[in-house]
């Protein structure tokens, strides 16, 4: 397991089948809590990227025609070995991204509850191979197979580690594919030491290969690479387009979970408490760097003063703080860029004549780390930056609406359709507007639990294609029909 501590060594940030190597263009991995440097990783490079895409193409020949039985067995066995070293996994994901312990611990639940699950899909394949179509003629046969798709790319971000890994890597797994794993730079340390607890868990060399690094040494090449036959990709949309246009120059498979820019709308009938303690969640859990933060609320006219004014109080209690110390509810965003970003953000929606209710800047008694107040805007331009932007922070904007009608409008809005979430007594009423929102995901009177058997994805410029459920397996599956006379 990787040290928790900084030490002059430098880590291994590549792994070549099962070779670890540490010589490649130095990554600094900064703990945002403190902007202290806890460890320096080796990553890789254009060449370095080659040397895993044949390491996963060498192993793909065994893995694919493995049963699933087996890969089943494999997947359950990391499922446990990530429930056995889950404190230690905690422990990094706070220290590495910044984000509270409670909420690390539930990172890693999630982790183990997808791999259980795609175990379970995997232990199906074997019996539903070969599965007989039925045909309009009798002198004509047909049967389904089901392929892996070869070679796959993953590409995943910093605000989960290790999440976004397990949504895509235990699906590929299960569908027998062999991997190249591209962590982000900013958050290896989670996705290294999940990576150390695969191997023991005997996945076969070469099955999962990791290069850690940047976009351009490494997103790119993998992702224009001609023996890649998929990627998958979860960041920004501009990051987005870019992995598409390199797939593009070879055609292959792309599935991306992109930007978000959600609306959480308060019906007028809406449980005003329960509708706080969901605004606050939706826009501040992981310190609103989710792209399923429901940063945008709609809220009832008549209820708008007591909402904002109940509102406010709860964002000024929230404890900020160091992830590592008891009752903390919200930590640091995940490096001086973000932080950086965020307050660029505040500055414009300031400017441009926001009313900020609260927050808008650093902590008091937090000189160090990369801090930003729970913060909320009132009166904001519907063509504003705030309005319409991924923030990826801890800001939230709410406007009064007059009818459901327009609610749904303005939710809809924009270029966004990742997630929403209705608050409302009427359940009729809240599942008419569920229905009528361009969203993947809806709540109703939820917090934003996601579990392995829903789809995740959106609309728009949210996504291309699912993850999770069964729509996650057949990312990484080709269809193959069988057709025979006589």
């Not at 929403?420 to 917090?447: C, E, H, K, S, Y």
């Not at 995740?456 to 025979?484: N, T």
């Amino acid at each position: 397991m990787l040290p928790p501590e900084c030490s002059s060594e430098v880590l291994a940030g590549v792994l070549i089948g099962e070779q670890w190597l540490a010589d490649g263009p130095p990554l600094e991995v900064i703990n945002p809590s403190t902007e202290a440097l806890i460890a320096t990783v080796g990553g890789g490079n254009a060449e370095t990227v080659e040397l895993a895409v044949q390491s996963a193409a060498a192993a793909f020949a065994q893995w694919s025609t493995s049963t699933g039985a087996l890969r089943a067995q494999v997947l359950r066995r990391i499922a446990r070995g990530i429930q056995q070293n889950r404190q230690t996994l905690m422990a990094l994901q706070s220290r590495n991204n910044g984000k509270p312990l409670a909420e690390a611990g539930l990172d890693v639940d999630d982790v183990i509850a997808t791999f259980d699950y795609y175990a379970d899909l995997a232990q199906g394949l074997d019996a539903a191979q070969d599965r007989d179509v039925e045909l309009p003629v009798s002198d004509y046969a047909a049967r389904l197979r089901r392929e892996p798709c070869g070679v796959v790319a993953l590409i995943v971000p910093w605000n989960f580690p290790m999440v976004t890994t397990a949504w895509k890597l235990a699906p590929a797994l299960a569908a027998g594919c062999t991997v190249v794993l591209k962590p982000s730079e900013v958050t290896p340390l989670p996705e290294l030491a999940l990576a150390r607890i695969i191997l023991e868990a005997g996945l076969p060399a070469g099955v999962l290969n990791i290069v850690c690094g940047t976009g351009l040494a490494v997103g790119a090449p993998l992702s224009a690479h001609s023996q890649v036959a998929k990627i998958s990709f979860t960041g920004s949309n501009a990051v987005g387009v870019q992995v598409m246009q390199r797939a593009a120059e070879t055609v292959k498979g792309v599935s991306l979970e992109l930007g978000g820019k959600s609306s959480l709308i308060v019906l007028e009938d809406a449980d005003l408490e329960l509708a706080v303690e969901l605004t606050c969640g939706g826009g501040f859990y992981n310190a609103g760097q989710m792209c399923s933060a429901t940063s945008r609320v709609l809220v009832a006219e008549h209820l708008a003063d007591a909402f904002v004014a109940k509102v406010r109080a709860r964002a000024q209690a929230i404890i900020v703080g160091d992830p590592f110390v008891d009752g903390v509810q919200m930590g640091a965003l995940v490096n001086r860029a973000q932080y950086e970003r965020v307050l660029a953000h505040i500055a414009r929606g300031l400017a441009s004549g926001a009313r900020l209710e609260c927050g808008g800047g650093r902590p008091q008694g937090l000189a160090q780390g990369f801090y930003v107040a729970p913060t909320v805007f009132t009166d904001v331009a519907l063509d504003s930056s705030l309005w319409n932007e991924e923030i990826f922070g801890p800001v939230i904007c709410i406007r009064s609406f007059g009818t459901e009608a327009e609610a749904i409008a303005l939710a809809n809005q924009g270029d966004f359709g990742l997630v929403a979430t209705v608050v409302g007594r009427d359940r009729v009423a809240a599942n008419r507007v569920a229905d009528a929102l361009q969203a993947g995901m809806v709540w109703i009177n939820a917090p934003q639990v996601i579990f392995p058997q829903t789809a995740w994805g959106g609309y728009k410029q949210s996504s291309i294609g699912r993850e999770l459920g069964p729509w996650g397996l057949a990312a990484f599956q080709e269809l193959k029909h069988v057709v025979s006379a006589g």
